[in-house]
């Protein structure tokens, strides 16, 4: 089993984002030649990468500037990250609901129109050119705002236009989990039965899911109690929502995010803003790591996570050039290396062989 991170996540100091920090129109200040051939100005920790850290990287579109506002593809900008040969083994679409600096690209599956399908077949085509026949390209479902089955119709829609081209290129389409909403836009996919609605209707081997374990964390309160469950904070603590839709979806999981969001708080609002997390393994306080641990091994006894071969260890960080705070509860780099080397002791533990 490979485990992954986000490029972006790794380096704390990645200066080909200030543009959009300070927010600046980089469409018309910064031409896309000079911009696309200084992706990462400054060092990049690549240490991190070897046999006692990461085994390669999740790229995340949102942060690369592959897109223009419209979701056509800046053509310079990928031949330099061609150029890279990083070793990128899964990607992440941009998505809606991020920070403001990224709604330019942001592409939203519930939002009807060209843009939409041209952003699809685009992320399809830049994950197949970088990643190879076999990549997993992860997307959020997007926002409910007019009702959910309005919603779903439309990501149905969007996403069985754009299958062929997945299939042709071979990219497997992976559906993520969505957190708890913070705010009064709901998230589609927050409850995994609305994901498996989506590939009932869409059966594809290009088509499947992505299980994010902290987003999973924040939404079980609200699935126990709308589901008539009585030990609620029992049902939290073992990581129950997490166990359900492994056992539901099974074979249809074939990628996962690793973080933890805690659970076990009752009730949930109690943590306040936003509850989506990205914490480190060794926030896991130790009367839950046991639970935590058993539900790693449920993941990769039941899923098609190890056939697939890669993880993402998503594993934001707390502060970017020491200054700019991402994730308040997010790790340094040092502790995402330690995450790194406990997720091995639990595969070891799951498989023998399953190390490197």
């Not at 129109?113 to 830049?126: D, F, P």
């Not at 590939?199 to 992505?210: E, M």
């Amino acid at each position: 089993m490979k485990i992954l991170i986000d490029p972006a996540y790794l380096n704390p100091e990645p200066f080909h984002l200030l543009p959009r920090f300070l927010v600046l129109p980089v469409d018309r200040l910064v031409p896309s030649f000079w911009w696309g051939s200084r992706f990462w100005t400054g060092p990049f920790p690549w240490w991190a990468l070897g046999p006692n850290g990461f085994d390669g990287l999740d790229l995340g579109f949102s942060y690369t500037y592959l897109f223009r506002p419209d979701l056509t593809i800046r053509e310079k900008v990928l031949d330099r990250y061609r150029a890279l040969r990083w070793p990128i083994r899964a990607f992440h679409g941009t998505f809606a609901g991020g920070p403001g600096f990224f709604r330019q690209t942001a592409l939203d599956l519930s939002v009807d129109g060209e843009r939409t399908r041209r952003g699809l077949i685009n992320h399809i085509r830049v994950a197949a050119e970088l990643g190879g026949r076999g990549t997993v390209l992860v997307l959020h479902p997007g926002l409910v705002r007019n009702g959910k089955r309005e919603a779903m119709e439309t990501v149905v829609a969007n996403l069985e236009g754009c299958l062929p081209e997945a299939e042709a290129r071979q990219v497997v389409l992976a559906l993520e989990n969505m957190p708890r909403s913070a705010g009064p836009t709901r998230y589609l996919g927050s409850d995994y039965r609305e994901l498996g609605q989506v590939l009932s209707r869409l059966p594809s081997a290009c088509l499947k899911i992505c299980l994010d374990l902290g987003h999973a964390n924040t939404y079980g309160e609200v699935h126990a109690r709308s589901n008539g469950r009585r030990d609620v904070e029992g049902y939290l603590r073992r990581f129950g929502y997490c166990r359900e839709m492994i056992r539901a979806l099974g074979k249809e999981i074939v990628y996962a995010h690793v973080h933890y969001n805690r659970s076990h708080v009752v009730p949930q609002k109690a943590l306040r803003g936003n509850p989506d997390e990205h914490m480190p393994l060794s926030h896991v306080p130790e009367p839950f790591w046991a639970f935590f641990r058993e539900t790693l091994h449920l993941l990769f006894r039941r899923t098609s996570v190890c056939r697939t071969g890669y993880l993402n260890l998503e594993l934001a960080p707390r502060r970017l050039f020491g200054h700019y705070r991402v994730m308040p509860m997010g790790g340094g780099l040092r502790e995402q290396v330690s995450s790194v080397r406990r997720l091995r002791e639990v595969l070891r533990a799951c498989d023998p062989a399953s190390e490197g």
